[in-house]
């Protein structure tokens, strides 16, 4: 059973950073991309960042809301992947849903239940 | 970036009613993606590739488009089909979503 488990969501004041972490099983992490796709409160989805397989040279892509603050990475041997997420702002509040993606496929098959960022001070 | 708009924003549907979402792009797009998420759950995955049914979705729902203008239909509504649902394209970058449509139980 696929299962994608987040953690690492809090309160964090702007400007502030935290590190979102991923665990996934049930599959084989080496094969997919891994992303994050966020929701902020009553709002809809906006897709924030891509890590691609050791296949494709652990490529990375970002939001351009994002890009320079936020660096996403894995760790295949823990079938894990991360968010570093930096210079939060307030639009940055959120649940953080990890998410896979077969290889290039386009689309998002499995999610994990989604963490929460909250940025207020 | 390619806007995804979506009609209607909400609607409501009695049991066995069909229901018919739409999904217009700003450009062409060669593909079109759902998911359904349910009241505090995560988004789940429903139809790939404009009309395939992704695993243990009921035959009900039904994907088709082309072009710029693709729709979900559930041709029988459900009680447990009140959800909110989104498009996704990834014809280009950044992959996109429509802001959703809320589907409710009349």
């Known amino acids: 059973e696929v299962q994608i488990l987040e953690t690492g969501g809090g309160l964090v004041k702007p400007g502030g950073s935290l590190r979102l972490s991923c665990a996934t099983s049930?599959?084989?992490?080496?094969?997919?991309?891994m992303h994050w796709v966020r929701q902020a409160p009553g709002n809809g989805l906006e897709w924030v960042a891509e890590v691609r397989n050791k296949n494709n040279n652990y490529a990375t892509y970002y939001a351009a809301s994002v890009k320079g603050r936020f660096t996403i990475s894995r760790d295949d041997s823990k079938s894990s992947v991360y968010l570093q997420v930096s210079s939060l702002r307030a639009e940055d509040t959120a649940i953080y849903y990890c998410?896979?993606?077969?290889?290039?496929?386009?689309?998002?098959?499995?999610w994990g239940q989604g963490v929460m960022v909250t940025v207020s001070s | 970036e390619i806007v995804l708009t979506q009609s209607p924003t909400t609607t409501a549907a009695s049991p066995g009613e069909k229901v018919t979402i739409t999904c217009l792009a700003s450009?062409?797009?060669?593909?079109m993606y759902w998911y359904q998420q349910k009241s505090g759950a995560s988004p789940k995955l429903l139809i790939y590739s404009t009309s395939s049914l992704a695993s243990g979705v009921p035959d009900r729902f039904s994907g088709s488009g082309s072009g710029t203008s693709y729709s979900l239909t559930i041709n029988t509504m459900e009680a447990e089909d009140a959800a909110t649902y989104y498009c996704?394209?990834?014809?280009?970058?950044?992959?996109?979503f429509g802001s959703g449509t809320k589907l409710e139980i009349k």
């Open positions: 998410t896979r993606e077969e290889q290039l496929s386009y689309y998002f098959d499995y």
């Open positions: 049930g599959f084989n992490f080496n094969d997919y991309f």
């Open positions: 450009s062409s797009v060669s593909n």
């Open positions: 996704q394209q990834w014809s280009s970058n950044p992959p996109t």
